[in-house]
């Protein structure tokens, strides 16, 4: 059962469509203003031709409003600039969001199998592109068009002739764009691929610097890396040329708009239908213009971006997601609630397949037991755990818990009621408290010090000089192997479950921890699934089940099962005859 995945949020939604409302009154505002400065600039040619009583005054008066109105359309150009930013990053802000909510919804497995540095690509570098768009290219098209417009209509109420050839400028201008716009899409999927490439590599070499030092790999990744630098370098340098090529275009065609304007004023003063402080006022006014229209280019070239930048969030969006709330055929909408704190219930697998990994399993682990899940490397026993801890969907058959089908249960009940140590569940940054209290932060102080006491994170405590305020680094790096198990324990049985799920959950553990984490099954009364290649806590178990090729080969009591020449005994011949 998985949630059908979501679109792109939309982008003229809630606030933000009275954010593009405000952008295109500016746009007014400017037409407004570079109308009234055009007009200004005529009235005082007017009176400087005219040499009229006062004019010297008035002309004065002419050039301090010109000014004035000059200013309000810098002014104007300052706030859109504002509001643009704004539009484009509250955008931003929801597009990172439906991206979160996308990945915390998919499962782990599937996020592993993509690079993560492509990951932090659609975080940092597509929504940064598409933030780009929103505040620098659309705004710009937007405003500009509006003002263009508006401009083009008075100065037609003007003259015709006049506004013929200014929009011919435009108008080519825009034919201009069109042409080219489509000859930068493969520079900037080439510049986006090889980026993509770069980062996976460098977030690979992150995490594994330690293998390329010690298998001496250190020039051989260098050479790779200045290979890879070399391509993105190229990559770029073609889209950056293809974006040139936009903005030049625009400058270039939009540069005929005055020189069209300059030409058909001068051949309309001399048939004596315009005077010359006319064609210097549609001059002014084309020249407060243009600009607008020369930022189209880079206004297409910013869309030609995004646009694969959209693309790459899609396809990311539309990774089919685990279920997160309850919902089965028969419109039923959810189980009884699963047990109170430290109650148990029965977890059932019935013919779950998951690909090769498990074919048809069939088990049930009855309410309260503990159960040891073993056999062979690769064999399917933590895909077996990650299904009960739905971070996996089967692809066929079903697993019942407390009687009723996982899916019924709300995830967040479901995640509420199990404990889950794994591999694959590093710590994550912040203080060890934070980590400690991570499944449930206001839980009372009183139960965080019993967990840590039960895992003996309290004797951890008392050697760290900031306590419980150490900071953890990425992963627990700044820990020790058994250090970040006992937190990771401490951590699953914060609030007493009801289900323990544990993957190798004493590896790395001294004998001492072992042996404390025996003590901890003993008194847990909740049902334990553990996935164990340990003699000893294969023995402590009520039940074993012997996984082998992804399907249940062996099940029964321990000492049943090392009682006969089984699957079993042959996997752990050696450590029972050293146990005597
Ligand atoms: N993250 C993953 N993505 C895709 N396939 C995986 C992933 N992890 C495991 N598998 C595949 O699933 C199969 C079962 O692996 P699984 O990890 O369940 O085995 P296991 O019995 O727990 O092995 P081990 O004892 O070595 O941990 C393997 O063939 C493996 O290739």
């Given at each position: 059962m998985r949630r059908a995945e979501s679109a792109v949020p939309?982008?003229?939604?809630g606030a933000r469509r009275f954010m593009l409302t405000g952008l295109a009154l500016n746009g007014i505002a400017q037409a407004v203003a570079a109308l009234a400065c055009a007009w200004l600039t005529h009235r005082f040619f007017e009176v400087v031709i005219d040499h009229r009583t006062g004019g010297s005054a008035m002309a004065f008066g002419l050039i301090g409003a010109m000014l004035g109105a000059g200013a309000l359309l810098a002014a104007l150009r300052v706030v859109e600039r504002v509001q643009a930013e704004r539009l484009g990053q509250d955008y931003a802000a929801e597009l990172r969001l439906a991206l979160y909510d996308s990945m915390a919804e998919q499962s782990p497995r599937r996020m592993q199998a993509r690079s993560r540095g492509a990951t932090i690509l659609r975080f940092v570098g597509d929504v940064k592109g598409i933030r780009r768009w929103m505040s620098l290219g659309l705004p710009r098209i937007a405003v500009g068009a509006l003002s263009a417009s508006i401009a083009l209509c008075v100065l037609a109420l003007v003259n015709g002739t006049m506004a013929f050839a200014a929009s011919w400028g435009f108008v080519g201008a825009a034919v201009a764009l069109a042409l080219l716009s489509d000859r930068v899409d493969p520079a900037v999927r080439e510049a986006r691929r090889r980026q993509a490439r770069l980062a996976a590599n460098v977030n690979d070499k992150i995490g594994g610097i330690a293998v390329v030092q010690v298998f001496d790999q250190v020039a051989r990744e260098r050479a790779l890396l200045e290979r890879q630098g070399a391509g993105l370098a190229d990559a770029m340098v073609a889209q950056t040329r293809g974006m040139a090529l936009l903005k030049s275009a625009a400058e270039f065609s939009s540069s005929f708009a005055t020189a069209g304007v300059l030409l058909a004023g001068a051949i309309e003063v001399a048939g004596g239908e315009l005077k010359a402080s006319q064609v210097v006022g549609a001059i002014t006014a084309v020249g407060l213009i243009a600009p607008t229209f020369r930022d189209f280019g880079q206004a297409l070239g910013y869309w030609r971006s995004a646009r694969v930048s959209f693309e790459k969030i899609a396809a990311f969006l539309a990774t089919p997601r685990l279920a997160t709330c309850a919902q089965d055929d028969d419109g039923d909408?959810?189980?009884?609630?699963?047990?109170?704190?430290c109650g148990a219930v029965e977890i059932e697998f019935r013919g779950v397949s998951s690909?090769?990994?498990?074919?048809a399993f069939s088990a049930c682990a009855p309410a309260g037991a503990t159960v040891a899940i073993v056999g062979p490397s690769g064999a399917g026993k933590s895909t077996l755990l990650a299904m009960a801890a739905r971070l996996l969907e089967p692809d066929g058959g079903e697993i019942r818990i407390a009687g009723a089908p996982?899916?019924?249960?709300r995830l967040s009940e479901l995640r509420r009621a199990l404990g889950v140590v794994m591999p694959d569940l590093p710590l994550l940054r912040g203080s060890l408290e934070r980590n400690l209290r991570y499944?449930?932060?206001?839980?009372?102080d009183t139960e965080v010090a019993r967990v840590a006491a039960l895992c003996g994170v309290d004797e951890l405590l008392a050697t760290l000089?900031?306590?419980?305020?150490t900071r953890v680094a990425d992963a627990g790096a700044n820990l020790s192997y058994g250090q970040r198990q006992r937190i990771a324990w401490a951590r699953a049985l914060l609030g007493s479950p009801s289900v323990l799920l544990l993957d190798?959950?004493?590896?790395?553990?001294d004998p001492a921890s072992a042996h404390g984490l025996g003590q901890i099954l003993d008194g847990f009364t909740g049902t334990v699934l553990m996935v164990t290649h340990s003699y000893a806590r294969m023995m402590q178990a009520d039940l074993v089940w012997y996984v082998e090729a992804g399907r249940l080969l062996e099940s029964g009591a321990p000492a049943e099962l090392m009682g006969r020449m089984g699957r079993t005994r042959r996997l752990f011949q050696r450590e029972a005859n050293e146990a005597g």
């Open positions: 939309r982008m003229w939604a909408s959810s189980a009884a609630p699963l047990a109170a704190p690909g090769t990994a498990l074919r996982i899916g019924r249960y499944r449930w932060p206001g839980a009372p000089p900031d306590g419980a305020q190798e959950a004493d590896a790395n553990l």
